[in-house]
């Protein structure tokens, strides 16, 4: 199941994507897809519900945020054997965490505005996973068990306030520098999160093109990991990192006002931004 948000910034309405790929309005069924609609619970009503017997949304609207209540944004670095290479630094004996502020999140299509004072603008196509049930603790063979579902994100840095006094919050918070998206894919129609094709392109140039069977700790370790140190709720977001590619291994490469940058992962969507300064 595909389930999203469509409508004006702040005005989304909830929906989810029939097997034509047709946006079908979900607004006479529940008000919002929030923490609540993540649940198992929550999930298995909506599967319920015959796709066919929804409105289709006329057009091409807006995608938002495929779901609401998003408290905690945590961010992996270096997951990424080639990625910690291209940066030159050594592949980490245990994850990397780092959080990114909920502020940043916006709609996978949203523009992305450079901060004041940015200038080193870089791109993450990275996979995103979407926490539906508590996890506090959790041990690695039951990591998944907690998991809604899965999205593509764009971990958009800047790399001169990320790497200044190694400030990594600062590089990565910034408002637009979440884009999520197009939708949630539920955990059951992905069968296998270790095995599914990245990739990126600046301006219609491939950039980054790997997989996350190439990610040093895998989902399952990353939530077990995690939730040691703080308890993931429904609706939370975990980056799982990028692979090589970024503009921080090619300086001369920083995003700049006017470029496009597209991205996908296989079977979860694809998103586009327009650089705005």
Not at 41 to 62: E, N, W
Not at 161 to 181: E, L, R
Request: aromatic share 6%.
């Amino acid at each position: 199941m595909k389930i999203c948000r469509f409508g004006e910034a702040g005005l989304e309405k909830p929906g989810l994507i029939d097997a034509e790929g047709a946006v079908r309005d979900l607004s006479g069924i529940l008000e919002d897809i929030t923490p609540g609609t993540l649940s198992a619970a929550g999930l298995a009503a909506l599967r319920q519900v015959d796709p066919a017997s929804l409105p289709v949304v006329v057009g091409s609207p807006r995608l938002g945020v495929p779901f609401t209540g998003t408290q905690k944004y945590v961010g992996i670095g270096l997951n990424y054997r080639d990625h910690a290479r291209e940066a030159g630094l050594a592949v980490p004996s245990e994850p990397i965490i780092f959080l990114k502020a909920p502020s940043a999140i916006c709609g996978p299509n949203d523009d992305t505005l450079m901060p004041v004072g940015g200038e080193k603008l870089d791109w993450e196509v990275e996979l995103g996973v979407v926490i539906g049930t508590t996890a506090r603790n959790v041990a690695e063979d039951d990591a998944l068990d907690h998991v809604a579902g899965y999205c593509v994100l764009n971990d958009v840095s800047e790399r001169a306030f990320q790497m200044q006094s190694a400030q990594w919050d600062k590089g990565k918070g910034c408002d637009t520098f979440g884009p999520t998206g197009p939708w949630l894919v539920t955990r059951d129609e992905v069968e296998d999160p270790q095995d599914l094709e990245l990739w990126l392109e600046v301006n219609g140039q491939r950039m980054q093109s790997s997989s996350t069977a190439q990610m040093i700790f895998g989902v399952a370790a990353l939530i077990s990991y995690a939730s040691r140190y703080m308890t993931l709720v429904p609706g939370d977001i975990i980056a799982t990192g990028t692979p090589s590619g970024v503009a921080l291994g090619r300086p001369d490469a920083w995003l700049k006002p006017g470029d496009i940058v597209r991205l996908g992962v296989a079977g979860l969507g694809e998103q586009c931004q327009r650089v705005i300064g």
